[in-house]
């Protein structure tokens, strides 16, 4: 399966440095382009934004940092929700609230996709030897499909 990811931060830098030692299939994006050439360069393809990136892969992951960028990222008009396909399973890592859980599953529902809301604990220390505690919420089907590139 190909995997996007978006937000190359504290956290998201490690879990990406992870999935790209295990040989995933891997594009990412994320506001930095300096960031974006140093994944490419350990093996990743960049994406030049959000679309590109959720149009090209079965897998979006995204780490952002806040619940207003988060909601931006997935829920906006030129985000990763409104350019999910069907099938497709987004996996949010940000802690956010109730609210923009639901908002993101059922907006994702409705384009055929899968959303499983997923918190992370453990640090930037955690995330770069890849011992993060990941907290799954959503279908078990859609979990089945993305829990092998839990990082």
Do not use: W
């Amino acid at each position: 399966m190909s995997v996007g990811f978006v937000g190359l931060g504290y956290m998201g830098q490690g879990m990406v440095d992870n999935l790209l030692e295990k040989g995933t299939d891997l594009t990412v994006f994320t506001r930095t382009q300096s960031k974006i050439e140093a994944m490419i360069e350990r093996g990743a393809k960049g994406a030049t934004s959000v679309t590109e990136l959720t149009k090209n892969v079965e897998v979006v992951m995204v780490c952002l940092p806040d619940v207003k960028t988060s909601r931006e990222i997935l829920l906006g008009e030129d985000g990763v929700i409104a350019n999910a396909h069907s099938g497709q399973v987004i996996v949010d890592h940000g802690t956010v609230d109730i609210a923009t859980s639901r908002d993101c599953a059922e907006a994702a529902e409705a384009k055929g996709a899968h959303f499983l809301d997923a918190p992370i604990s453990g640090g930037p220390g955690g995330a770069a030897a890849g011992t993060l505690a990941i907290m799954v919420g959503g279908s078990e089907d859609a979990f089945e499909l993305a829990h092998e590139y839990f990082a």
